[in-house]
C-alpha cells in the first residue's frame, strides 16, 4: 500500500475555499442595497409605439427619439428640448405624449407631484411640421393638458377649472368657472378617487374632436384633514384637503358633456341612485354617445350607461351585481365597427373576458376555466384576435395568450416558466415580452407576429452575475395545509451555510392585502437582496400568502368580505406554525414584517399570535379601519355604523394588551394615504396597555418613506431591529420591568 501525501495546510484551505459551498463569496451590504443601488436590475419602459406598428420613441434626457423595434437603432431625433428653450420653455423635458395623428407632441416640463398620480406642469405643443413650439398656458403651471384627436385643441384644468385651448387662434375658452379648491373640481379627480379608483384626468374628449365629457366634484361637504409638515421654519406648515373617512360625506359627482360648437354643456342623467360613485367615463367610436361607470356606494352593483351626448340622456348598456364587490378596471374596449365592445367580469367566479354587441347582449365567454385572467392587453380588430395575461397553469405563473374573438384558437405566447407580460405595438406586429421568476432578474425581448425572437433588449445579465458574485440562495416554493385544511403557497430561502440539523430564526415577510399576491413564480425587486442579506445572516426568511390574495378565483379572494384581518391573520399564524415545526427552524424565534396592509397584518399577528411571534415590524400600518377612508375601506368592510364587530374584531388598537414580544412600529408623518393618526393611536393604546414597543416617525415622508437616506435608514433600522430583538435578544413580556 503506497503511502498517502499530506498536503500542505494552505493548499487544503484553498482548495475548501475553492469548494462549492467554501467559495468566498461577497457579504450583500444595505449600502450596496439603499445607498448605491448596485444591485438595481435595468428596466424597459412603458414603449411609446408609433402607428406604424414597428418603430417606436424614447426620452433621452432632454430629447425624443425614434427608434427602429426591430433592430433598436435610433432613426431620427423628433425633438431636443435645449433648442427651443425660451422665456416660456425652461428647456427641460419631463414627459411627452403624441397626438392622434402624430403631428404634434405635448411636451410636459418641470412637473411638480401633489399626490400618488397626480401631478401639475407647464405644457407646450410642439408642431413636427412647422417646428414651432406653443405654450398651453404660459403664465402658471396645469394638469392634464391633453390634445384633441384632431390635434387643433388642448383641453387642460387649472384651479379646479376645465378649459381649451384652441392652437390656431391661439384663444382659450373656460368650460367651467365654478372651480374652487377644497370645494369645487372640474376635470380632475378628487384624493379619494385618485387613490382607490386609481386614475386623475377626469375629462375626455369625443372622437370627432367636438366634445369634451368631464366629472364634476363637489366636496364641499367632505371633512378635512390637515398634515404638520416640518421644514426648518418658525412655524410649521399645514396641509389641509379633502379626505372622506369611513362613513363620511363623499364628494357628489356628477357628469357633463361640453359642446365645442355650441359653447354648450348638458349634464347626464344618472338616474336617482344616491351617493354614487363615477369611477370611469369612455367615448364610445360613435361620437353622439359617452359610457358612464355609475357604481353604488356598497361597490356590488355597477351599470354601464349610454349617454346622449346631445341630451345626457342614458340608457342601461350593462349591469353587473355581486354578492361582495366588483373591481373597476378599464378593461372596456369598444371595436370600431360600432356594434360590440369586450369587457372583463369575475361573473362566473373567476375572472375571464366577454364579447357584448352594444345592446348589452352576451355573444360570448371568450375565456373560460378555473383560473383568472390577470391582465387585459387589447383587441386586434384587422386580425380578430384579444391579448391576455392569465394564471391559467397555476396561480404562482401568469403567461401570455391570444385568442380569437370566437373565443376559439388560443395560443401561449410566453417563452418560459415564470411570470410574462406583454407590450404590443399599435398593430400588434410586435410585441415585447418580459420575463422574470423567482431567481432570475427580468429579460425584455422583441418577437414578432409568430413569436419569433427578433431581438433582446435587455437580458440584467449584470445583476444575474452579482447573484453568483454574492452568492445568493435560492428561492424555493413550498406549500402546506393549515389546521382548517386550506392548501396555502410559500417562498422561502433557507441561510448561507445551510445545515439540516441546525436552528435558525425565522423572518416572515408578507402584504396579504385583498386581491394582492406576493407568492409569484416572478423578480421580488430590490427587497430581493435584503431578504438575501438576511439568509445571509442566517435567517430562514419565508412569505406565505393566505386566504384573500389574488389569482384563485373570487372565493378565495373575497372570502375575507366583512372582516379584513380575520383570516389572513389565522393564515399567517399557521404559516409561522408550519415553519416552526420544520426540523430546521427555531420555534421561539419567529419575527413577521409588513408594510401598509402588510404592516395591518403584522401588528395582527404579533397580538392575536403572542404564543408564536417572538418580533414584528410594521411599516405605515393600519391599525384600525375606521380612520381609513371610504371607497377602499367599505369596499371590503362596509361602513362601521353597519358592521362593528368586523371593524372591532380585527384593528390591533384593541388587542395592544397581548403585546408579548418585540415590536417595531414605523411611520412618516406626511403619509396622506395612511395617515400618522393611525401609528400615534396605535402608540397610545400600548402606552395605556403599559406595552413597551420601539417606535420610529420619519418626518415629512409620505406612503413610500424615501428620499435623503430615509430607506437606507429605515432598513438599518429594521435589520438591527431583527439581530437584536429576534435572533439574539431574549423574548420579552412586552412591559418594562
Known sequence: MKTAKVLPLFIMCFLIWLSPKGIAQKDITLEDIWKTYSFSTKSVPGFNFMKDGRHYTRRNANAIAM??????????????????????????????????DESKIMIKSETEQIYRRSSRAFFH???????????????????????????????????????????????????????????????????????????????????DSRKVAFIRFDEREVPEFTMTMHKGDLYPEYITWKYPKVGEKNADVSVHIYDLNKNKTVQVDLGPMDDMYVPRIKWTNNPKNLCVFRMNRHQNELQLLLADARNGRTSLLLQEKNQYYIDITDDLTFLKNGKEFVWTSERDGYNHIYLYDM?????????????????FYGVDEKNKRIYYQAA?????????????????????????????????SSTFDYNVLSHSAL????????????????????????????????????????????????????????????SSSGKYPVFMT?????????VTDAWKGTNYWWYQMLAQKGYVVAC??????????????????????????????????????????????????????????????????????????????????KWYDTIYTERYMRTLKENESGYNDNSPIYFA??????????????????????????????????????????????????GDNARLHLYTKMTNFLEDKLKGGQWTSGVEN
Open 67 to 100: 427608434y427602429d423595434l426591430t433592430t433598436g437603432e435610433q432613426k431620427e431625433e423628433l425633438f431636443n428640448a435645449s433648442n427651443y428653450k425660451n422665456e416660456d420653455f425652461s428647456g427641460n423635458l419631463s414627459s411627452y405624449s403624441f397626438s392622434s
Open 125 to 207: 405643443v410642439f408642431d413636427r411640421k412647422s417646428k414651432t413650439m406653443t405654450a398651453v398656458n404660459p403664465d402658471s403651471k396645469v394638469q392634464y393638458a391633453t390634445l384633441s384627436p384632431d390635434a387643433k385643441k388642448v383641453a387642460f384644468v387649472k384651479n379646479n377649472n376645465l378649459y381649451y385651448l384652441d392652437l390656431e387662434s391661439k384663444e382659450t375658452t373656460a368650460i367651467t368657472t365654478d372651480g374652487e379648491i377644497n370645494a369645487i373640481i372640474n376635470g380632475s379627480t378628487d384624493w379619494v378617487y385618485e387613490e382607490e379608483f386609481a386614475f386623475v384626468k377626469a375629462f375626455e374628449w369625443s372622437v
Open 359 to 375: 345592446k348589452g347582449k352576451l355573444k360570448k365567454q371568450l375565456t373560460q376555466g378555473a383560473y383568472d385572467v390577470t391582465s
Open 392 to 424: 391559467k397553469t397555476s396561480p404562482l405563473v401568469k403567461d401570455v395568450y391570444s385568442m380569437n374573438l370566437k373565443g376559439k384558437k388560443e395560443e401561449k405566447l410566453s417563452q418560459a416558466p415564470g411570470t410574462t407580460r406583454a407590450q404590443f
Open 439 to 498: 431567481n432570475s432578474p427580468a429579460t425584455y425581448k422583441v418577437y414578432d407576429r409568430e413569436q419569433n425572437l427578433v431581438r433582446v433588449i435587455e437580458d440584467n445579465s449584470r445583476v444575474a452575475q452579482l447573484q453568483k458574485d454574492y452568492g445568493t440562495l435560492p428561492v424555493e416554493f413550498f406549500s402546506f395545509k393549515t389546521s382548517e385544511g386550506i392548501g396555502l403557497n410559500g417562498w422561502m430561502i433557507k441561510p448561507k451555510d445551510f
Open 510 to 518: 408578507q402584504y396579504s392585502g385583498p386581491g394582492s399576491q406576493q
Open 544 to 625: 406565505v400568502d393566505p386566504r384573500g390574495t389574488g389569482a384563485r378565483g373570487e372565493e378565495f379572494k373575497k372570502m375575507t368580505y366583512l372582516e379584513l384581518g380575520k383570516y389572513e391573520t389565522i393564515d399567517q399564524i399557521e404559516a409561522a406554525k408550519y415553519l416552526g415545526s420544520l426540523p430546521y427552524t427555531d420555534e421561539s424565534k419567529i419575527g413577521i414584517f409588513g408594510w401598509s396592509y402588510g404592516g395591518y397584518m403584522s401588528s395582527l399577528c404579533i397580538l392575536k399570535g403572542n404564543d408564536v411571534f417572538k418580533a414584528a415590524i410594521a411599516v405605515a400600518p393600519v391599525t384600525s379601519w
Open 657 to 706: 394588551d397581548r403585546l408579548r414580544g418585540n415590536y417595531l412600529l414605523v411611520h412618516g408623518d406626511g403619509d396622506d394615504n395612511v395617515h400618522y393618526q393611525h401609528t400615534v393611536e396605535m402608540s397610545n393604546a400600548l402606552i395605556s396597555a403599559n406595552k413597551q414597543f420601539d417606535t420610529y416617525v420619519y418626518p415629512n415622508r409620505n406612503h413610500g418613506i424615501y
